[in-house]
């Protein structure tokens, strides 16, 4: 059967991504959101200052890590491992970090589409059409042009459904 998805993906060398892609089926999920989070608020979160060195430089390797993917052709997902519920409101930071090395359009595909994929949900979550879950959300901007967008979810998404169903609407 083998591996589906190799999370936690961040530091993947060019030749490494080559074996991956040679699976033909191995998707990637990298996570910058858990580093900036570290540098940024790992103190306040209680990390010993040990902890947080071993993250110094890190950042410039994750992030050659995902352009080595994209040479390779990789499908890449993505996620935050955001730790600590005081610190929910940063994972969608992760939309933003990733613009470093790949292009908005990207992004909200390996949200998305490539997301779906990885759980084997594909043509159910993350597309809009017949038959699918109907999780969808109205956003008051583009994030094609701007994909911080995301971070201001508070107001700048007025309305979200899941399940077909209205979730939160404000203002509409």
Same mark, same amino acid.
């Given at each position: 059967?083998? *591996?589906?998805?190799?999370?936690?993906?961040?530091?993947?060398?060019?030749?490494?991504?080559?074996? *991956?892609?040679?699976?033909?089926?191995?998707?990637?999920?990298?996570?910058?959101?858990?580093?900036?989070?570290?540098?940024?608020?790992?103190?306040?979160?209680?990390?010993?200052?040990?902890?947080?060195?071993?993250?110094?430089?890190?950042?410039?390797?994750?992030?050659?890590? *995902?352009?080595?993917?994209?040479?390779?052709?990789?499908?890449?997902?993505?996620?935050?491992?955001?730790?600590?519920?005081?610190?929910?409101?940063?994972?969608?930071?992760?939309?933003?970090?990733?613009?470093?090395?790949?292009?908005?359009?990207?992004?909200?595909?390996?949200?998305?589409?490539?997301?779906?994929?990885?759980?084997?949900?594909?043509?159910?979550?993350?597309?809009?059409?017949?038959?699918?879950?109907?999780?969808?959300?109205?956003?008051?901007?583009?994030?094609?042009?701007?994909?911080?967008?995301?971070?201001?979810?508070?107001?700048?998404?007025?309305?979200?459904?899941?399940?077909?169903?209205?979730?939160?609407?404000?203002?509409?």
């Amino acid at each position: 059967m083998g *591996i589906r998805s190799i999370d936690h993906a961040t530091c993947i060398s060019d030749e490494t991504a080559r074996l *991956i892609a040679a699976t033909g089926k191995t998707y990637t999920v990298p996570t910058l959101a858990v580093v900036h989070q570290i540098m940024d608020s790992g103190a306040a979160a209680g990390m010993p200052p040990e902890s947080r060195a071993k993250i110094v430089g890190a950042k410039d390797t994750m992030l050659a890590g *995902i352009e080595s993917c994209r040479r390779a052709v990789l499908k890449i997902g993505l996620g935050t491992d955001i730790f600590g519920t005081q610190f929910h409101d940063l994972q969608s930071n992760e939309f933003r970090y990733r613009t470093e090395v790949d292009k908005p359009i990207d992004i909200l595909r390996s949200a998305t589409s490539i997301n779906a994929e990885i759980i084997q949900r594909k043509g159910e979550l993350g597309v809009i059409a017949p038959g699918a879950k109907a999780d969808m959300i109205l956003i008051d901007g583009n994030p094609l042009e701007y994909i911080a967008i995301f971070e201001k979810y508070r107001s700048h998404m007025p309305l979200i459904l899941k399940g077909g169903e209205v979730k939160k609407r404000v203002g509409l």
